[in-house]
Nanobody, 120 residues
């Protein structure tokens, strides 16, 4: 059973950079044909895909967030990370990490999500 757990600050000031960690257990982030993704849900809105890092370490970002996003990984501890710069109140959301199967291109495991609020 794969488990994902997000961690990071719950409150970020405007203009700061958000840094989140996704801790993965029960499965390797280098396992073939899996993609490790970040998704967010602003209050009252739908899910928004941010980007993902592949089993090979390649990264893909949403065009709307690409200029502010960096996703990386540490294969030694099976974590992957999100950095989102120049945060504004519009970035307030619940942030999730998930695993996407390259076979079905759907998410099969999700973290519980972590609330991030951008406020001074």
């Amino acid at each position: 059973q794969v488990q994902l757990q997000e961690s990071g600050p719950g409150l970020v000031k405007p203009s700061q950079t958000l840094s989140l960690t996704c801790t993965v257990s029960g499965g390797s982030i280098t396992a073939l044909r899996y993609y490790w993704s970040w998704v967010r849900q602003p209050p009252g809105k739908g899910l928004e895909w941010i980007g993902y890092i592949s089993y090979l370490g390649n990264t893909y970002y949403s065009p709307s967030l690409k200029s502010r996003t960096s996703i990386s990984r540490n294969t030694s501890n099976n974590h992957f990370y999100l950095q989102l710069s120049s945060m504004t109140p519009e970035d307030t959301a619940v942030y999730y990490c998930d695993r996407v199967s390259g076979s079905s291109w759907s998410s099969d495991y999700w973290g519980q999500g972590t609330q991030v609020t951008v406020s001074s």
